[in-house]
């Protein structure tokens, strides 16, 4: 399960209901964690060891439409990382943030099975279908 992080509500409500615009991201990162974040950020991304944040741009071919019925849309194309170089420890969670660094977060949300990553592991992946957003 995931949430909009205070900041991207914020930004909505102000372009929906005031005079306020959103432009959405030209960039979309995906970050790992083992310490989740929350709706105003913190928690704590994976550092060293090879690991990078992986660019997927909101675009048709990176990201399925939302269903109707229940609000989820998921990865189209696989999201591969580096393969870790050093122990990441064990990843809990996920974001979406609009850079690769600092910027602003937008979604987060936990694994739903937290993972254990190594030294000498093979690169940490998401198949396609497999991270996914719900807007409910």
Do not use: C
């Not at 189209?76 to 990441?88: F, G, L």
Request: glycine residues 12%; aromatic residues 10%; without cysteine.
């Amino acid at each position: 399960m995931s949430a909009m992080s205070d900041y991207l509500e914020v930004e909505l409500r102000k372009h929906m209901f005031r005079t306020g615009s959103y432009t959405k991201p030209a960039a979309l990162w995906v970050r790992l964690y083992t310490a989740n974040a929350g709706e105003t950020g913190g928690g704590t991304e994976v550092t060293g060891g090879s690991y990078a944040a992986v660019q997927r741009d909101p675009l048709d071919a990176n990201w399925t439409a939302a269903s109707a019925t229940d609000g989820v849309t998921g990865n189209a194309a696989a999201i591969t990382y580096p393969a870790p170089t050093a122990n990441w420890g064990v990843l809990t969670g996920f974001t979406f943030a609009d850079a690769q660094s600092a910027g602003n977060m937008l979604i987060y949300g936990a694994l739903t099975t937290s993972k254990t990553v190594n030294n000498g592991d093979a690169a940490p992946n998401f198949p396609i279908g497999t991270l996914t957003a719900t807007f409910a």
